[in-house]
T-cell receptor, first 113, second 111 residues
Framework: ETGVTQTPRHLVMGMTNKKSLKCEQHLGHNAMYWYKQSAKKPLELMFVYSLEERVENNSVPSRFSPECPNSSHLFLHLHTLQPEDSALYLC????????????FGDGTRLSIL | EDKVVQSPLSLVVHEGDTVTLNCSYEVTNFRSLLWYKQEKKAPTFLFMLTSSGIEKKSGRLSSILDKKELFSILNITATQTGDSAVYLC???????????FGGGTRLMVKP
């Protein structure tokens, strides 16, 4: 139990669907992160939120839309995804933005049909 | 472009063996290097290294950083099947302290 909970654990969706991934942290941290982990590629940072404000967007396509309503919750809204978006999406949190270590959730395994 | 390279890509050993995993990096404004273990789910934090030559140890695992030669090693002694996992190396930079990850080393320990 890492203190970072992600739901759902698995998600299969068509390219025209809209879905959301959820992340909740119970560690009292102020920063939250979304990462993408594709097969045979390193973990890629997608978004960073610090105190509910987005501070980093690593050239992520607009079909991924993050939302951080408070410092404990982070969402990733998905729409019109492509097959190459199939991957493991990991959420992480840290005490402050950029402060290490980051604590990871178990991830959502996303498959796009 | 910042780069973190791990070797080997994969490794198969038998229980009781000792393994050494490598992580080399080429980055601007290095701040720290971290090791994570990833089984089938969340990467779990192992070590954070900021100073050269100071070994960090936790049970059978140990790690050391060489900031002159720009690499780190992770040693696991007396390996067990529970050590089977992907081991991830990441480097944090001074600018923003965000993590850049290597591709990982997949370790399989056979009984």
């Amino acid at each position: 139990e890492t203190g970072v909970t992600q739901t759902p654990r698995h998600l299969v969706m068509g390219m025209t669907n809209k879905k959301s991934l959820k992340c909740e942290q119970h560690l009292g941290h102020n920063a939250m992160y979304w990462y993408k982990q594709s097969a045979k590629k390193p973990l890629e940072l997608m978004f960073v939120y610090s105190l509910e404000e987005r501070v980093e967007n690593n050239s992520v396509p607009s079909r991924f839309s993050p939302e951080c309503p408070n410092s404990s919750h982070l969402f990733l809204h998905l729409h019109t995804l492509q097959p190459e978006d199939s991957a493991l999406y990991l959420c992480a949190s840290s005490q402050e933005m950029g402060r290490q270590p980051q604590h990871f959730g178990d991830g959502t395994r996303l498959s796009i049909l | 472009e910042d780069k973190v390279v791990q070797s080997p890509l994969s490794l198969v050993v038998h229980e009781g063996d000792t393994v050494t995993l490598n992580c080399s990096y080429e980055v601007t404004n290095f701040r720290s290097l971290l090791w994570y273990k990833q089984e089938k789910k969340a990467p779990t934090f192992l070590f954070m290294l900021t100073s050269s030559g100071i070994e960090k140890k936790s049970g059978r695992l140990s790690s050391i950083l060489d900031k002159k030669e720009l690499f780190s090693i992770l040693n696991i002694t007396a390996t067990q099947t529970g050590d089977s996992a992907v081991y991830l190396c990441a480097v944090a930079l001074n600018a923003g302290n965000m993590l850049t990850f290597g591709g990982g080393t997949r370790l399989m320990v056979k009984p």
